[in-house]
Structure formats: C-alpha cells, structure tokens
C-alpha cells in the first residue's frame, strides 16, 4: 500500500525542525511494520492546526488521497493531522487507511470508527482551549506585576538571559543602546529619520536581526513604551530602561500614531493592502483595476471587460523605482537650486570622509589618526546637513520623500514597501495614472512589467 506521512508542528521560532524530524522517524518505522511504501511527507512546520491557518502541506496531502497517488496515511498522533471538525470531515469523505505511532489505528469505515476519531478531535480540541486559557491568565499575571510578558524579537538595545527554571531577564547592550540613545537625540534635536538611517547604514549598524534600517523600524522603536521601561498598559517594567520618561513623552509627541504613514488605528489608510488599487487601470477597457488575490484585476463586476490582470508584488516594486527616480531628480534639482555653496561644501566633506577610510585601509593612517579625521569630519557633516535643511524649502510631502530617498534605492531583494506608504508617494510624485496592459498571447514568455505598465504623471 502507498502511503504518505503526516508530520506538523505548531511552533518552531528557529526553524529548526527536530520535532518534524522526530515524528517522521517514528512513522516510518510503523509504516515498515505495516508493510506500507512511503511514497512521499508532507511536513507543515511552524504551522498551527487550531488558528485556522491555511496547512498547505495537509492541502496537499488531501490532494494526493483524492487523486489516488496515496492510498493510506501514517502520523505520530490524531492531534498532528486534526483538531477541529471540518478536518476531520474532509478525511472521512476520503476515507484512508490511518495509522498513527501513539494514537493507534483510526478506522472511518465504520461509525464507531467514525465517533472514536471526533472524541479524539474534542479532546485534542479541548486541551488546546484549556492550554490558550492557562496562557492568558499567566499573561496578566506577568503584567500586573510588571514583567516581560515573552515572545517576538529579542528587542535592539537588550540581550536576553534565560536561565533553567527562571523567567527571561533582559540586561542592557551598551553598545546597541549607545545607539538608541544617539538617535533619539539627533531625533528631537529635529534630523529627520531617513538621515540617521541613512548614516547608520552607511556605519555598517544593523537591527537586532541584522538587517539594514528603515525609517520605518526606527519610528517604531521611538515610539516603544519597552525601551522607556514600560508594560502596554503603561506600568513600570522590571526591565531598565535606556529612554527616559521625558524623553519617551516627547517622541510620542513628535511620532504620534496619526502621523505614522496613516497606519494608526482608524485611519483611512491603516487598512491599505493594494496600493495602487483604483489607481492603476486596465489598457483594454480603460476601467479601473482593482486589487485580489495578490493581482490587480480588471473586473466584470465593476464595469470592465475581465480580460487583464497583473501580479502586484512586481508591479509595486516597479511604480516604486519609477517614483524613486522622480524623487531623486527633483530632490537632486532643489539641491542645485537653493543649496549652493552649502551643498558644494558638504559634497567635500563626504569626499574627505571617503579619502580617509581610503588611506587607513592603505596603511597611510594610523587607527588613532583616522578616528580624530573620521570624527571631526562626522561632525562637519552633521552640521551641513542641517544647515542644507534649513536652506532647502521643506515642504512637508518632501520630508516623506527625503526619509524615503536616503534609506536607499528599492530593490527585488528587500521588495516593494508597505502599500499605504506607496500610494502616499504616488500621490506626492503626482502620479495621474497608471495603465496595464493584456500580457501577449504567447503565455509561456515572460514578459517584463515595463512592457505591460505605462506611467503617467501630472505636471
């Protein structure tokens, strides 16, 4: 008999995946017991069977029973395939042959069979209830005392001690924190973010899971009650703190929810998930396209003719360049204009910057001589950027634009951004339109965007 195993586990944070290793050796050993040849497994790591998550690997396997590639199923126990009822449902439908390594043989053909299997969902289903309660309750528990409550990220400026039998601690990393302090200064000092990102990238300073920074990750960490040594409900933590109260009041201030690229709660743009939906329309009927399913689509159900579509992913990523090559000559444009000497001066003082890395990696300067240049140059260059600042027109679309400009080109690697931030910086770059057209009919082409979407912009 063809058989297929079944393995799944509902947490694995570091990918790991000894538990799915393990509950495969042991179906194995009772698929040769039985006399079964293992034709394939279907392994759902880090997947839930109670969230409601789509499983694409029971998907799968569902698929092959269906279509006759498999003829049985072996698991290490009823909870790994099914917890809730409609899962259990569409395998009766099936109806395989089921052997599991601690739940024992799972017969559907018959109706005792058939209830046997459900008690076994509802006790599976009943641990996992009582399992979330237990959680919550020690939750608030932690939090009323002003502990950690766990989970996520390891936050940036913090390293994690975990001790056997003792609740995580957090200790401060001095030099993450030397790092949060400095821009939470330059912050309110005024700078905007996309420059002290664009510096910190440029110093080889990583997030905490060693990524390049984005304003959008130093927003978030200025905004966090956890570096200011706050729980969520606003209790002091059992953590220290690097941000002081005052300063933590004055960056909620300064990033306020509202003002977060429209993410915050009960903003129209919070629930933005196709950028250019509405905006984008179809070359064919000249209806307006809208997003689904991961395309824009031109719709019937909307007017129009139902013959075009787009992936979005690529399409994003494309009106992104478009608009960052827009920005950057306008932005390059201004500087021209009003900066004048002032960005003459700090074109050289990046050039002497570059020269000094340059001779310290010859050998021409000793570490000690390259610090004090790299320091005083540092510091020339902060003070010309804020003069530059102050002598280019800031009008308030282009603070947006400039962040976005200094945290670097878009890229296929990192994708296109957060749809809400892309359609704010259509409408800035005055972007009127964007048409796509009918892919050609020789469907096994690819065929690049540029050839399909065409941009329009107001003057």
């Not at 909620?252 to 509405?278: D, M, Q, T």
Request: glycine share 8%.
């Amino acid at each position: 008999m063809k058989a297929g195993i079944y393995v799944r586990i509902s947490q694995d944070r570091e990918s790991e995946e000894h538990g799915i290793d393990r509950q495969e050796r042991d179906a194995r050993t009772l698929a040769k017991q039985r006399g079964w040849t293992v034709v394939d497994v279907f392994a759902d790591n880090d997947v839930s069977a109670t969230s409601g998550r789509r499983r694409p690997e029971w998907e799968r396997l569902l698929a092959d029973l269906a279509s006759g590639r498999i003829d049985a199923v072996v698991a290490y126990s009823s909870s790994r395939m099914y917890r809730r009822p409609r899962d259990l449902e569409r395998l009766v439908k099936l109806n395989p042959p089921i052997a599991t390594v601690v739940s024992g043989t799972i017969n559907l053909d018959t109706a005792d069979g058939r209830m046997m299997a459900g008690i076994l969902a509802q006790i599976d289903q009943a641990e996992a209830e009582r399992l979330g309660e237990r959680v919550r309750r020690s939750k608030a528990d932690r939090a009323a005392a002003g502990t950690w409550l766990g989970g996520g990220r390891r936050p940036y400026g913090y390293d994690r001690i975990a001790e056997p039998d003792e609740p995580v601690r957090h200790v401060v990393n001095r030099a993450e924190a030397a790092i949060i302090r400095e821009t939470v200064r330059r912050a309110l000092r005024g700078e905007a973010l996309g420059r002290i990102v664009a510096d910190l990238n440029a110093r080889g300073v990583t997030t905490a899971s060693g990524k390049r920074w984005r304003p959008a990750h130093l927003r978030r960490l200025h905004r966090s009650t956890f570096h200011a040594g706050l729980t969520p409900s606003g209790k002091r933590g059992n953590w220290p703190r690097i941000v002081t109260p005052d300063q933590h009041r004055l960056l909620l201030a300064k990033f306020p929810p509202s003002a977060n690229r429209g993410r915050g709660k009960g903003s129209r743009e919070a629930a933005v998930k196709y950028a250019l939906s509405g905006i984008a329309s179809c070359g064919d009927c000249g209806s307006r396209m809208l997003g689904s399913g991961g395309y824009y689509r031109c719709t019937i159900r909307n007017g129009g003719c139902g013959r075009v579509s787009i992936r979005v992913d690529p399409v994003d990523l494309f009106v992104e360049e478009r608009l960052y090559a827009r920005a950057e000559a306008d932005e390059a444009e201004d500087r021209t204009v009003d900066a004048g000497p002032i960005g003459d001066e700090l074109a050289a003082a990046e050039e002497r910057l570059a020269a000094a890395r340059v001779a310290y990696a010859d050998g021409d300067l000793t570490l000690e001589d390259f610090k004090v240049a790299r320091g005083r140059v540092e510091a020339r260059i902060v003070e010309l950027r804020e003069r530059l600042a102050t002598a280019v027109p800031d009008r308030p679309s282009r603070t947006f634009l400039r962040e976005w400009l200094e945290a670097g080109a878009p890229n296929e690697e990192r994708g296109p951004i957060d749809p809400a931030e892309l359609r704010a910086l259509a409408r800035m770059c005055r972007l009127d339109a964007v048409k796509v057209a009918r892919r050609s009919s020789d469907r096994s082409a690819t065929e690049p965007v540029s050839k399909r979407v065409k941009l329009a912009f107001a003057h």
